[in-house]
Structure formats: structure tokens, C-alpha cells
């Protein structure tokens, strides 16, 4: 508490409200968010029977996401460097009681009932806290890394994604592993190691099979050739891009789908908001929403660039990567290019706690960039 008074009353952002920031926000980045929220909340607005439902759940999750990030964006930088370590001791502490007293669902154990706390999943916040500690481990080292930090950052990364592909949640395991591989990216890594790891990766793939569910192994075979089993694990990729074609330039209009509206594309409100606003926006609505990401995504690598220090640096521009990945994987799982896998369209696809996390996300970064004298 003592940090967020401090910020709020030593710092610029009270007083700047056409430069930097407001209330330490960063209105670019702010209003661009806004903006897909609100045009996420026009699609689901659209939806036939629950509607409504979906329209006032989403816009429930997105105003705490939204609280949280003007919160978080108050606090200085400090705050997350020192706790980074200690959050992560805990979100695997939280990984692992899943294990043994976790809340199933739909055949996977992901949730926490705690005493007096909502139903949550500790794998989300392992999005945020695991690119912190593997900055916060690289905040005062020599960069490039050598070799045994390079193994530690990993390290740092592998544990919670082995707890969490066992839930099993491969989708959450990808999210995580490449936050903070795209830390370790940033911090000027030498291309003979990326090649390396790239090597001993494609070496490893029957290893990492081994560990897939059943289920798992069908949807990357499906990949594939969709049409070899068109009723069963095929028929999500194969309703979305005729979804998605059938959309052409302007679309059918809101609500006028028929791959949607008529529940023959699966999960269409989470993990198909794309196929949606591809049928009845056309391609220019979904070109503008990417444009808008874009813009995000740009905004994002300028407050890393804007950021003197090594932590911070990391932090912003690896949350705002990882915000653009959900994006590409998205995009590219609808359209047939990435197995079908659990990736929610940033802030526009209903439902978990993907929208509080990401907005929490950003509201880190607009800590950094508001505070980018806090080393002094």
C-alpha cells in the first residue's frame, strides 16, 4: 500500500493528462484496448438465445481487468521486481495442490476452490509471473546470457509447464513456455544457441509425444487432414474455415452467421471468435480487429524500447509479445494452420480469466513506462 501511495503521489501521471499518461495509464494503449473490448462485446451481443449472458459476463470480467491494470499501473516497478520471485514460489506451490485437490472439468483438474476465493486457475497467473521471474533473473546479469544462466532461466520456465501439460492443459503449457522463452529471446541470446534448442527440440518430439493424452495426439493428427475424420476431430477446423470463407469481403452482417448462429461451429463464443467475425464482418472486420492488435503489439515494443533499465525492458516488450502470440495462435487455429487448442482471442473471446490476466498484464506495463525513473 505504502508503494501505491508513493506512486500516486510522487509520480507525474496526476498531472499529465495530454503527455505520458493519466493516473500513470497510458491513454494510447488504453484506448486501443477499450476499443476491442468493446468491438469483442458487439460480436457477443449477437449470439442467439444467450446472448445476453454472454454480453454481461464478458462485460463483468473486462471492468475487473480493467480495475486491476489502472490499479497495478499505480504501483512502481519496484513492486513486481521484489515480489516476482515469491509469487512464482507460490503459483507452483498452487500448480502443484492442483494436482492432488483441484476442480475437474470437461476431463482436466486446472482449478482451485480456496476457502473464501472464487473458483480460479493458478496456470493463468504462471502468464504473467513466469516472464517477471526470468526478468527478475536477468535484471543485473551480464547480457547476452552465458550458458548456466541460460539453463536457469529454463529451468525457471520447464517446471511450471510440466505441471501444467499434466493437468492436462497444453494450450496454457504453450502460453507459458513461450512467455518466457520470448524473455530469454530478448535478452540478446546468440543465434548458435536458438539453433541448438530448435535441434534438440525436433530430436525430442517423440519424448514430448509420449506424455500427449489420447485426445491430444488425435487433434495434432487431425491437423493434418481434417477430412479424415469430419464428424469428430476434424469438424471444428473444417466448420471455421467455411465459416470463415463464407464471410467473403463485408460478411452476412451481426448475428446473420449461420455457422454460428446455428451452433454447427463448436465453442464459436471462445476459441472461434475469428470464424465469427470472419462470417458476418467479411474480411475487412477482421483486418481492422488485427490492425488494432498491431497497434497494441507497436505500442507495447515502443514503452520497452522508451525503458532505460534491463527489467523492465523485458517485462514490457515480453507481455506484449505474448499478448500478440494469443493473437497468432488464434487466428492461425481457425484458419487451419495450428492444431485445435484452447487460445482465446484476446479480450474479445468470452469467458475464463484470460481477459483480467492480459489487462493485468498491460497494466504492468504501463507501470514501467510511467515509472521509468524508479531505479533513480
Avoid at 492432488?100 to 486457475?121: D, T
Avoid at 525503458?307 to 509479445?321: E, H, K, M, N, Y
Wanted: hydrophobic share 50%; aromatic share 12%; net charge neutral.
Amino acid at each position: 500500500m505504502n508503494d501505491f501511495v508513493r506512486s500516486v503521489q510522487g509520480g507525474s501521471g496526476l498531472r499529465q493528462v495530454v503527455g505520458v499518461s493519466i493516473f500513470n495509464v497510458d491513454p494510447y494503449l488504453l484506448s486501443l484496448l477499450v476499443v476491442i473490448g468493446v468491438y469483442g462485446l458487439a460480436v457477443l451481443r449477437t449470439f442467439d438465445g444467450n446472448g445476453s449472458d454472454l454480453y454481461f459476463g464478458q462485460l463483468a470480467r473486462l471492468a475487473i481487468g480493467f480495475f486491476m491494470m489502472f490499479c497495478l499501473a499505480q504501483l512502481s516497478p519496484w513492486v513486481f521486481l521484489r515480489w516476482a520471485p515469491i509469487l512464482y514460489v507460490l503459483g507452483i506451490l498452487m500448480l502443484v495442490l492442483v494436482m492432488f485437490v483441484g476442480v475437474s472439468a470437461k476431463g482436466s483438474q486446472r482449478w482451485l476452490e480456496l476457502p473464501g476465493l472464487p473458483r480460479f486457475q493458478p496456470s493463468e497467473m504462471m502468464k504473467i509471473v513466469v516472464p517477471l521471474t526470468v526478468a527478475w533473473y536477468f535484471r543485473d546479469r551480464s547480457l547476452p546470457p552465458r550458458f548456466l544462466d541460460i539453463a536457469a532461466s529454463l529451468l525457471i520456465v520447464v517446471i511450471p509447464v510440466v505441471l501444467v501439460i499434466k493437468q492436462p492443459d497444453l494450450g496454457s503449457g504453450v502460453l507459458i513456455a513461450s512467455s518466457g522463452i520470448i524473455v530469454l529471446f530478448l535478452t540478446g541470446i546468440h543465434w548458435r544457441w536458438i539453433i541448438l534448442a530448435a535441434c534438440i527440440a525436433g530430436v525430442s518430439l517423440p519424448v514430448f509425444w509420449q506424455f500427449f493424452t489420447d485426445y491430444q495426439r488425435q487433434r495434432v493428427l487431425t491437423w493434418f487432414n481434417p477430412e479424415s475424420d469430419p464428424l469428430g476431430s476434424g469438424w471444428n477446423t473444417i466448420q471455421s474455415t467455411t465459416a470463415i470463407g463464407s464471410g467473403g469481403l463485408f460478411g452476412k452482417g451481426l448475428g446473420q452467421g449461420t455457422q454460428s448462429q446455428l451452433h454447427f461451429l463448436p465453442e464459436s463464443h471462445t476459441d472461434f471468435m475469428v470464424a465469427v467475425i470472419g462470417e458476418e464482418l467479411g474480411l475487412i472486420g477482421v483486418i481492422t480487429l488485427l490492425i488494432l492488435y498491431i497497434l497494441v503489439l507497436g505500442r507495447g515494443l515502443y514503452i520497452s524500447i522508451m525503458t532505460p533499465d534491463t527489467f523492465g525492458r523485458l517485462v514490457s516488450a515480453s507481455l506484449s509479445i505474448v499478448f500478440f502470440f494469443y493473437v497468432f495462435a488464434n487466428v492461425a487455429i481457425a484458419c487451419g494452420l495450428l492444431p485445435v487448442t484452447g487460445f482465446p482471442l484476446p479480450l474479445v473471446s468470452y469467458g475464463g480469466t484470460s481477459a483480467i490476466t492480459l489487462l493485468a498484464g498491460f497494466g504492468i506495463v504501463m507501470s514501467i513506462h510511467s515509472h521509468r525513473s524508479w531505479r533513480d
